[in-house]
């Protein structure tokens, strides 16, 4: 209970530190968008100011310059539907359902981003209920919401999280859980355990999350090293990720499978040899090797090294069905791993033993 506890608190100490830049950019930022607002432009309440400063901002991942974007452009879009017909046919229940189905339509057909529509209606609802025809205060919203919106790129831009962290963390998470339905595999063929193998299949079908939050953050790492100056220095080790991405997601897949059969051939008269099990805790370790590059900023050259070794045995045998199948997932897998670590496709299945199309 103790050592659980601890891991928790450990890996929520972790999760603050890196969020800490982005908790900074939002108060900062929309301090500073409010002082803007209502010195520089004269707004008496400039209340989206700073809002539009944490929606660009956030605290978790996603692509800033397209929530600025629509942000604004939906703002914009709101109040000038709403100005506009308002003046015409006033306000009231009918022409509230009105106005705002016409702003969030025009908003769909032009883009149909949920922050964009929302953006549209809010700023609709806001005019026809709010503010007299012809007012300027609908106008004075869509520039606080520019000016939140501008204030929170520059403040991704001299507050930046490191986008290198960030995607070192969530790819730590992929590659760790790769490795885990491996090793689990590994000891359910040894041990002749379908419990294990069950265990191992259910934790390869619960990565597809980890795999998307690691594609969401390579997004926001790439938009950080881009916007900031300060990291752009960065770019060529956060590459390495972005090479490494597609391959350690067809890896995962490739292991679901392989899981699933591990589970099958277990309950068959031939099980899968120890040979096998040794391949796959083999592969296991050199993902883990090739985590510990990443992270290090390091070409992968020792996992590259290792996966290469392990290819070469991985000769095609007559094995039963699902042993057969596990073999041939392996082959893919380390495929995928070597593109990982930066080899081409074909060199990386060159590595492996050819198939022996003779044999009956």
Not at 191 to 212: F, I, M, S
Not at 318 to 342: C, E, H, K, N, P
Request: hydrophobic letters at 50%; charged letters at 20%.
């Amino acid at each position: 209970m103790g050592t659980k506890l601890g891991d928790h608190v450990r890996e929520r100490l972790r999760t603050f530190g890196l969020m800490a830049p982005s908790l900074a950019q939002c108060a900062i930022g929309a301090a500073l968008a409010w002082v803007v607002a209502t010195q520089f432009l004269g707004h008496a309440r400039p209340f989206f100011a700073p809002i539009s400063v944490l929606i660009c901002v956030g605290v978790g991942l996603g692509q800033r310059l397209r929530r600025v974007a629509e942000l604004v452009v939906g703002v914009s879009l709101g109040v000038g539907v709403g100005d506009l017909l308002v003046s015409w046919i006033g306000s009231g229940p009918w022409q509230l359902a009105l106005v705002v189905g016409l702003a969030m339509a025009a908003a769909v057909l032009l883009d149909s981003g949920s922050l964009f529509v929302a953006q549209a209606g809010s700023s609709a609802v806001l005019v026809v209920t709010l503010l007299p025809p012809g007012d300027t205060a609908g106008w004075d919203r869509m520039i606080d919401a520019l000016t939140g919106g501008v204030i929170g790129v520059a403040a991704v831009a001299l507050l930046p999280a490191s986008p290198f962290a960030i995607a070192a963390k969530h790819a730590s998470g992929v590659l760790d859980a790769l490795s885990t339905v491996l090793e689990k595999a590994a000891v359910a063929i040894e041990k002749r355990d379908p419990d294990l193998a069950a265990e191992a299949l259910e934790e390869a079908r619960g990565t597809q999350a980890a795999v998307e939050e690691f594609e969401q953050a390579l997004q926001t790492s790439r938009e950080i090293a881009t916007i900031s100056p300060l990291h752009w220095h960065r770019r060529s080790r956060l590459a390495r990720y972005e090479t490494a991405a597609v391959p350690i997601d067809l890896a995962l897949r490739n292991g679901r499978v392989l899981a699933r059969r591990t589970l099958a051939a277990l309950g068959e008269t031939t099980p899968p040899s120890a040979a096998l099990a040794t391949s796959l805790r083999e592969v296991s370790e050199a993902a883990l090797l090739l985590q510990l590059e990443l992270g290090a900023g390091r070409e992968p050259q020792l996992a590259r090294q290792a996966l290469m070794a392990v290819a070469s045995r991985q000769r095609p045998e007559r094995l039963g069905f699902s042993a057969d199948v596990i073999l041939a997932q392996l082959r893919s897998i380390v495929v995928d791993l070597l593109q990982a670590t930066g080899v081409e496709h074909d060199d990386a299945t060159a590595a492996l033993p050819p198939l022996d199309v003779s044999r009956p």
